[in-house]
Every structure is written in structure tokens, then in C-alpha cells.
């Protein structure tokens, strides 16, 4: 029965990600943008929320972009999750988003840009996402309020690219110099795009103490242009890690932009197709996995599952 249920499983799931790949393009999710003040700290954080087509108490998933982004990047993610039943958060920085490069002239940009990638600016990232929560808390008590009752705050997932990542990582369990931690522990669950170890840290004592699932995804040729971010740096997360439920994807010839909507300036590489098939595949089961409990798509991920949507030269392990 648990082999025909596996079965099952995994020909439902490949439907719906061949369909939803499909019809991304004609059925937009509905999505709300808001801004949220954070009283305490005098700041305004502008959001995305996606809705999925369900009105239940589903789970919600936050996401941080990347250095000089905004909360309407990474669509193909927040369309694809919430066709699948999630309400994703996508979380907007002032100080490292797109308002850093925008006004500048063109040659200034690069430049404006490594500035805001500062302690100041990661800081600020890690209270937002904590503020953010606590704005959704008291959306979910409010009779008054169109979300009143429609998250599930007890199943929370995290995610993030590249200083989105660096976020992520900061709020579900990495530790700082001097045992320092900005981990919120409502946060259930995480899947960080092109995670990184710290340079004033070894990666044994960043991660070792990390008690919730991860997820980690990066590429074969995942640079960063700006904070030094080598693909050495990234593939040293994982081994640090304690065991159980951890894992990672290694796409092979991936770029730093593979995770993102579309290519950056200065790839080298023709982007494959495939790399968004895998990670819309493995976030979604990854998502099913830890925050709906569902034993078929954790059989999936854990056993043969990844192998039938990975290419030959992908990396793939778990622990």
C-alpha cells in the first residue's frame, strides 16, 4: 500500500509540475502588495503577498531576495508555491534593495551596490523578517482582516537568494561570533538559492546547532559579483550541517542568476531549462515534506524521487 501510495505520489506531482509550468504564463496567482511599519524600529517594509486559489488555514512561506532586488522578483517561485497550496510572503529591504541602484547613474551602480551589502544592512534584513511575522500573527487574530484565520503560523517556511539566503540562514539557525543567534523559531523550515559560509567563522561552528530542516541550492558555477561569494564557500555549508533532514543540489553549469527570473549581466552560461523544473520540483516536495507532513512527498524526496527530474551531472545528496 505504501509503495502504490508512493506511486501515486509521484505521477500527481510530476502533473502538477509539468501543468503549473504550462499555465504559469496564463494563470497569474492573486497577489496583494502592502507595506508593513514596524513601529519599534520607524521603518517600512514593503511586501508581496500570493494567495493561493484554496480559502483554508494553509502554510505560509516568507522569502528575502537578493542584494539590489525587490519583493517583485523571484515570481516563477511565489506562482509555482502558492499553486500548490501556500501563501508566500515575499519580503522587500529598503537599504539593499533595487532603491540602491535605481537613481544612480549607470557607472555608479556597482559601487552603490557593494556599500549596502554591510553589517548595518544584514541587521536590518534579520528584524524584518521578524517583524514581518509578527505583523502576520496579528492579521491571523483579526476578524477585520481579509487573511483573519487563513495562515497556518504554527507551519512557517524561510527561504532566500543570495543575501536573501545569507538572511535565511541568519533566521532559522546559523550562529554568530560569541554564540550570537538571530534565529526565530517560528520559522519551521528552509530552503536557502545559493546559500554561504562566513569568512570569521569556521562552517562547523556556524551551522552545527541548526535543528529544523534545510534545504540548500547551488550551482556549479554560482558566483556572486559582489561579497566574494565562491562556489567553495557554498559547497561548505552542507558538510556542517547535523544530521537529519538536511539537503542539497548542486546544478551543474548553474549560475548565480539560475535562481533567479531571468539572466543577469555578465553570465557566461546559456541557461537550462531544466534548472527552474528542479527547483520548483525539490522546493515543493521539500515544502510538502515539513510543512504539511505529507509522508508521500518525503518518501519521494528521500528515496528515487529527485533522480527522475535531476540531470546526469547534477549533485544530489541528503543526510
Known sequence: MKTLNLVKYFFF????????????AQNKAEWHDVTIKDSVRHRLIPIRIYLPAENSHVPVVLFSHGLGGSREGSMFLAEHWAAH????????????????????????RMKAMREAANLKNFMLRVKDISAVIDELEKWNKNKEHPLYNRMDLTKIGMSGHSFGAVTT???????FQSGISFTDTRIKA?????????????????FSNV???WMLMTGTNDVAVIGDQDVKSRLEVFPALPPKDKYEVVL????????????????????????????????????????????????????DGPYTILEKEDGWQKK
Open 13 to 24: 506531482f510530476l502533473f502538477t509540475i509539468l501543468f503549473s509550468l504550462k499555465i504559469s
Open 85 to 108: 497550496g501556500y501563501i508566500c510572503i515575499f519580503v522587500q529591504h529598503p537599504g539593499s534593495d533595487d532603491s540602491v541602484w535605481k537613481e544612480k547613474p549607470i557607472l555608479q
Open 169 to 175: 540562514q541568519a533566521v532559522s539557525g546559523q550562529t
Open 190 to 206: 528552509a530552503v536557502m538559492f545559493s546559500p554561504s559560509s562566513p569568512k570569521n567563522l569556521t562552517p562547523k561552528k556556524s
Open 211 to 213: 535543528k529544523i530542516p
Open 252 to 303: 551543474y553549469k548553474a549560475e548565480h542568476s539560475a535562481f533567479t527570473d531571468r539572466a543577469l549581466p555578465g553570465d557566461k552560461e546559456k541557461r537550462n531549462p531544466n534548472h527552474h523544473k528542479v527547483i520548483l520540483a525539490l522546493s515543493v516536495a521539500f515544502w510538502d515534506s515539513y510543512l504539511r507532513n505529507d509522508a508521500n512527498a518525503k518518501l519521494w524526496l528521500d528515496g
